[in-house]
């Protein structure tokens, strides 16, 4: 078996394996490439993330520096925004719904290491996949460990630490995060764009 279908898979892998090596570094150069691209050109930016996620991203908004270990990894619903200095590290898959909204300096992390010193100095690691239903909204330097699943219409308070599922329609927040209450989605077809009541 492939070191790649191994980490994908969930099972210890080596990360030094030249497959892997050669993904990671193709990424690394299309995130320098995006993050330094200007700003006000977002033509290029659309095409960069387009080839880094495999996928059409003019639906995303990415802001720069954006920083991930493979891309291919990671799959983006409609009008999703990230903000500046994030960091997806998708060894194994991350999915993110639609209308997602994650806030500055937030870490996605799949992938681990071993307990075990031994087998960690050999180089071993393993992913956990990392999900992110609709409708989601995760504040700044939130930070969200290996295999975790986040409901649709959850809050994310700033600065939480994500370490188990959190059920959909919840405001969750801490370190570690749980959820302090569920959100009243009630009837939205009423409130207009800007209304304030």
């Known amino acids: 078996m492939l070191e790649k279908d191994k980490m994908l ?23 320098f490439q995006f993050n330094h691209c200007l700003p006000s050109d977002k033509k290029k930016q659309c095409e960069i993330l387009s080839e880094l996620f495999n996928c ?22 409609e009008n999703v925004f990230i903000n500046h200095n994030c960091v997806f590290l998708d060894c194994a898959s991350i999915e993110i719904g639609s209308n997602v909204f994650i806030a500055p300096n937030v870490g996605l992390y799949t992938a681990s290491h071993p307990i075990n010193p031994l087998e960690r100095n050999r180089g071993d690691e393993f992913a956990k996949p990392i ?24 809050v994310i308070g700033t600065g939480s630490i994500v370490t188990k599922d959190i059920p959909a329609n919840t405001i969750a927040v801490g370190n570690p995060c749980k959820p302090i209450r569920n959100i009243e989605l009630g009837d939205i077809s009423n409130y207009k764009k800007g209304a304030t009541e």
Not at 24 to 29: C, L, P
Not at 56 to 77: T, V
């Open 9 to 31: 898979q969930g099972e210890l892998y080596d990360g030094g394996d030249p497959e892997l090596v050669a993904l990671r570094a193709k990424a690394k150069d299309l995130c």
């Open 131 to 154: 999900t992110i239903k609709d409708n989601v909204w995760i504040g700044g330097g939130v930070q969200i460990v290996p295999g975790v699943t986040i409901g649709e219409n959850c």
């Open 56 to 77: 059409d991203a003019h639906s995303i908004n990415i802001e720069a520096p954006f920083f991930c270990d493979y891309g291919i990894h990671i799959s983006l619903g």
